[in-house]
Each structure stands twice: as structure tokens, then as C-alpha cells.
């Protein structure tokens, strides 16, 4: 084996590169994915409306929903998912080239717009890639070679994604939320993290915890002050990091989402009743657990 595959830069440069890939696929999935849920639950709301419709109102039904979404009740469609069609550009239809798509480098190129029509291209995009790739290359600093660094890389990827995910459409996919909690499980089995125990208790506080100010909210105020999402979540990090670090997380999630949400009423003139996703927060608070965890713990115990 070569010298420089043992070598902690070249960890740190590998991962950071596959970091800004990664990105880039992460883009697509923030901006498909909600499409995707959104498209399958309303087909599978018009097939058991139609189940009990008569003839007439069943068709216009149909002829609704392939109004609405391309799909007939029959199913057929054009094909969408993360891999279909290809990217293209939202204002005039532009597929975008290799070239076009390279991480950072080909969103200066262009100097932020569209090759062909000019439009302007969101700053997100980068942001996105130079995040995975900033938080990428740390994890293989702090890890260093390992199962650890492998288990931090999904981590911190899955997080980016429901981050944005969460901040676009107050959703926190089942399809990544729960795929995390396993995963964090599967790694603990060999005590990567923390215990197998921890991990088990972890996931079971961390959905229990916020369940519960879920429930206590409801019944004082009659409105629902979070997500089922922003529960599994939680559970994804305890299964993750051990129940240890929930205090935390939840401490340094509630904390940011107040300022922030006191900010945007008082600069922003956000209104009270406009509801702020709080799987951000959770996201950010778990990522800065899984490289801190231990000395922020021990913070919060001197305090």
C-alpha cells in the first residue's frame, strides 16, 4: 500500500473532495425528495378516494390528478425520482453538462447563473457543497481512519440534508430520519460511538422527551408546537451519541431556535403564528455532539 494512503492529509483532502460530491448529490435529494413524498402521497390519497366514488366523480378525480401531478389513477407517469429526469435548469429547461455540475468550481465559473439563459443560480447550491465538504474533511481530522469516520460521514450527511429539507418545507423525512436511527444503532453494536445500551436508551429518550413536549403543549395551547419528524430525529441522535448528549442537544437546539426565532419577529417582522422548523437546530445541535460531545457534557455538568 502507498505511504500517502496512510497519511491523515490525505484522509482529510479524500474526504473533503467526497464531501463536495456528496454535496452536490445532497441538493438533489433536499430538492426531489419532499417532490417525491408529495407526489406518492397524493396518488395514494386519489386511489382510496376513487375506491369509493361512482363512476362520474372518479373520472374527474383522474382527470384531476393528472392535472395536478402527470399521474393518472392508473399509475402511469413520467418517471421522477433522484436520478430522473435530469438536472436541469428551472427557468428555462437547460440540462445541465458534467461541466456545469462540478462542486463550487463550476457555480464561480458561471459567476452564478445559467449558461444559457442566464438566470440566476441560488448561492444555496455551494453553500450546500462547501458545508458537506467543510464538515467532511473535519470528521476525518477528528477520527481520523476508522469505522468512526465512516459512521461520521453519514452522520453529518444525512443531517445536511434534513437541515434543508426541514428549512424548505417543515418536513423531516421518514425515508432519512428512520434509515438514521438504524444505522446508528448498527454502528453501536460494536460500541463506535457509545454503548450498545446507550444507544438503545438514546433513541427511546429522545422520542419519548419530545413526545411528550409535544403532548404537554397541545393540551395547554390546543396547537401542535413540533413535528412527529423532529421527534425521530432526536431518536436518530440518541441512537446515534447515547442518551448522555440529548440534554444538550436539546439545550443548544432550544436556545438558537429562540434567539433566532426572537430575531426574525423583531428584524424580520416574522409573525408569532408563523411556525419556525426546528429540525435545523436539532441537526446542528447533533453535529456539534458528535464531534464535542464529551466536553460539552462535561460543560453542562460544571454548570
Known sequence: MPAYLNDPIFLIIACSLLGLTVGSFLNVVIHRLPRMLEQSWKHEAVQLITEYLPASPKDSVAAWWQNESGISSTGNAERYNLATPRSSCPHCGHFITALENIPVLSYMALRGRCS??????????????????????????HFGYGVACLGALAFVWCTVALCFIDLDTMLLPDD?????????????????????????????????TLW????????????????????????????????QVLPI??????????????????????????PIPFGPYL????????????QLCALLAFI
Open 116 to 141: 444559457h439563459c442566464k438566470a440566476s443560480i441560488s448561492i444555496r447550491y455551494p453553500l450546500v457543497e462547501l458545508l458537506t465538504g467543510l464538515l467532511s474533511g473535519y470528521a476525518a481530522w
Open 176 to 208: 432519512i430520519t428512520l434509515p438514521l436511527l438504524w444505522l446508528g444503532l448498527l454502528f453501536n453494536l460494536g460500541g463506535v460511538f457509545t454503548s450498545l445500551p446507550n444507544a438503545v436508551i438514546g433513541a427511546v429518550a429522545g422520542y419519548v
Open 249 to 274: 442537544v436539546i439545550l443548544l437546539s432550544s436556545l438558537v431556535g429562540a434567539v433566532v426565532g426572537i430575531s426574525l419577529m423583531i428584524f424580520a417582522k416574522h409573525g408569532k403564528e408563523t
Open 212 to 243: 411528550s413536549v409535544y403532548w404537554l403543549f397541545k393540551l395547554v395551547t390546543g396547537k401542535e408546537g413540533m413535528g412527529y419528524g423532529d421527534f425521530k430525529l432526536l431518536a436518530a441522535i440518541g441512537a446515534w451519541l447515547g442518551w
Open 283 to 294: 441537526a446542528a445541535a447533533g453535529v456539534l455532539a458528535l464531534f464535542f460531545g464529551k
